[in-house]
Structures are given as C-alpha cells and as structure tokens.
C-alpha cells in the first residue's frame, strides 16, 4: 500500500501520532526529561523518496545579530577650534554639523569696517604716486609694500585676493574664515548677526586672542561609536571578533570592529558598553544617534536547516539518508537556532537530512517500532 495508508493506519492504531509535529524553535533550553530513556531504535526505514526531499548538514560559520542604537563621540583631544582672529559681525555661516570641508573651504564670513579701512589704504597707497616715489628714491619701497601685503594676509586675505583687490581696487565687504584642514565639522559656536569679539590686536606684540567659530574632527583623527547593550546580550562578545554594522545617515551600511568592550557596567543605566572606531565621513558628528547590529561570531561547527529538526515529545529528531529511499532516525542536541539553521551535536558536516516528508518517516518508524510489516512501501 502507499505511505499515506500507512500513515492513516498509524493515526487510527496509535494515539498521539496526529499530534507529532515539527518544532524547530526553543532548542536552548532541555530539561531532565529530555535523556529519559528511549525504546531501541529499529533498523533503517525505506519508503518512496519521491515523496522525501533532502539538504545537507553544513560546516559554517553564522552570526548572532542583535540590534541595538549607537552614538558617536570623540575622543578628547580629537578635535581643533577653528578661530576667528577678527572682531565684526557674523553675515553667513557656511556648514552645519556632519559638513565635510577640505582645507581652504570657506567657514563662516565676517564683517568688519576696521577690515574693509584696511584695504581701502591699501588701495589708496597704490595710487599714491608720490609717496610710492618717495619710498623707491629711499629704497624702502619693496619691504613697505610688502609688510602691506601681508597686514592684508594677516587679515585672511588669500593672495587670489589681493591680487583682484590690486586689480580692481574694489575691497572685500567680509573676512572669509576657511577651513585649517581636511575634516568633518562637530559644532557650530556661532550664529549669523551674532556679535565676536576676538581681542586686541597688539601690533608691537602681536597678541591676538580669537574665538573659536566652529569645530572640526580632522580627517588624521577618528570618530568613535559608543553602543550600549544589556549584559545577556554581550555574552560571546570578544574584541576583534564582534563586528558592528552601521546605518549612516545616507542610509549606507559600514562593518566596522569591536575595538573595546567595558569590564564594568554603566553605571547609571547598568549596561555594557561597546567602542568602534569610525573613519570621519560626511553626515556624522558627536551626540548622533546611529542604528546598529551586533555581528557576533558563533563557532559550532555543524548546522542543519531548521526545517529538518522535528520535535517529538522531550526528544529533538532528524532523518538522515543512509541512500535515497532509506533513511535512519537520530536524536540530536541542538542549539539556539540563528535564522534558518540550528547547530547540532550528533551528525557530521556533510550527511543529508530529511526537511520535507519527516511525517512520513514518522509514521513508518513508529509503524516498524510497533512490528507492523511495511514490506509493501514499494507498490
């Protein structure tokens, strides 16, 4: 007769065989019921393998992910001031937190009438004939000129600048504060209208004091992502081994390492917390809240797709194919399922286990366990 008579058979004579099911999740935790002895298992069991479908046990290596919220910080000493060394007022502000600059960029812009005076004598020497005379006839006129052009540095002039202020004589209404180096803006000190007030400029001591605009994480320094997670969730955690996965605010993903896990819980929210190395990237500044996922390794060698693991009572079971058309019933050992696969003691990489048809088996095995003949599986 064919399989399913035989499982019918085996639904009507044995109670409880309806019931069978395959359960291939809570495999963490057995209790002591779980070796209680079991009835001599019969020989192997052949049925039609049309109606079996197999895959195979597997060596790998597979991940815990668990999710969680990171924030970036900087280290002390990571970040530079970017200063304004003029008083004025501020008439535009060029970044905002998270912008990239490269060196030269512009920052921030400055009014100042003392700035725009400044160049105004400058022009105003230029067309000084007489006095540009008098100078050359004193042989002083290469270093007077010079120490002018750089009165006119020393006020953020770039020498494009100067040049076209020679040029057209029309001068510059604001001070460009430009970037120092190759970065990522962390704060903005200043808003448009506000009031600085840099110091005195001494010139016979050349003292200046300034103040600071904005501040910026070169790029030669790192951003650091602070993660913070309960301590059920750090167990496995090593340096080096975890990994973070990160969401940046374009919606990118980046795998960065574990660099430090803290030996001692935080103390005001009783978690562990975790530190990853970022490279300085567009969009990313301190205090930022990113999405994360804890990649943790998981060493267990063979895995088996959950499909295949059937629970039957306080007992875990698989069928693995001797050959096609028999097959051998197995207790195993599993472990916490990750995704679709479940690590087992018990079977090695490489066997072939029964996910579609397990039923099927199940009812010839208890059938044969109970000395019903099924020698005529094959008609």
Do not use: C
């Amino acid at each position: 007769m064919r399989i399913e008579a035989l499982i019918f058979a085996v639904a009507l004579t044995l109670p409880g065989l309806a019931q069978a099911h395959s359960d291939a999740t809570g495999f963490a935790e057995q209790d002591e019921h779980d070796h209680a002895e079991q009835p001599a298992a019969p020989g192997a069991i052949e049925v039609d393998s049309s109606l079996i479908r197999v895959a195979d046990v597997e060596q790998r290596e597979l991940q815990d992910r668990r999710a969680g919220i990171g924030t970036v910080v900087t280290p002390a000493n990571s970040t530079h001031d970017i200063n304004s060394f003029i008083s004025g007022q501020v008439i535009e502000i060029h970044v905002r937190p998270g912008s990239r600059v490269s060196e030269g960029d512009p920052i921030a812009q400055i009014q100042s009438p003392e700035f725009v005076l400044t160049q105004k004598a400058y022009v105003a020497l230029l067309g000084n004939d007489e006095k540009l005379a008098i100078l050359e006839g004193e042989g002083r006129l290469g270093n007077y000129m010079e120490d002018a052009r750089e009165n006119l540095r020393w006020w953020g002039l770039t020498e494009e600048e100067i040049f076209a202020l020679e040029q057209t004589g029309i001068p510059l209404e604001g001070i460009t504060i430009r970037a120092p180096d190759d970065g990522i803006i962390t704060e903005v000190l200043v808003q448009p209208g506000e009031l600085l007030n840099a110091g005195d400029r001494n010139m016979a001591n050349f003292v200046v004091m300034g103040q600071a605009l904005a501040r910026i994480v070169p790029d030669a320094r790192s951003l650091w992502l602070e993660t913070l997670i309960f301590p059920d969730a750090a167990a496995g955690v090593r340096p080096g081994d975890a990994r973070l996965q990160v969401q940046l605010p374009d919606g990118s993903l980046v795998e960065e390492a574990v660099e430090a896990v803290s030996p001692s819980l935080d103390p005001q929210r009783q978690l562990v917390r975790l530190m990853t190395r970022l490279e300085a990237r567009a969009g990313l500044f301190p205090g930022q809240p990113l999405q994360v996922e804890l990649l943790v390794p998981r060493w267990e060698e063979t895995w088996l797709p959950r499909a295949a693991l059937m629970r039957q009572g306080f007992e875990s079971v698989v069928f693995v194919e001797l050959e096609p058309g028999r097959y051998e019933r197995r207790s195993v050992e599993p472990g916490p399922a990750v995704g679709d696969w479940v690590p087992v003691d018990g079977l090695e990489a490489g066997a072939r286990v029964v996910t579609h048809g397990k039923m099927a088996l199940e009812g010839a095995y208890r059938l044969q366990r109970a000395g019903v003949p099924t020698d005529d599986h094959h008609h």
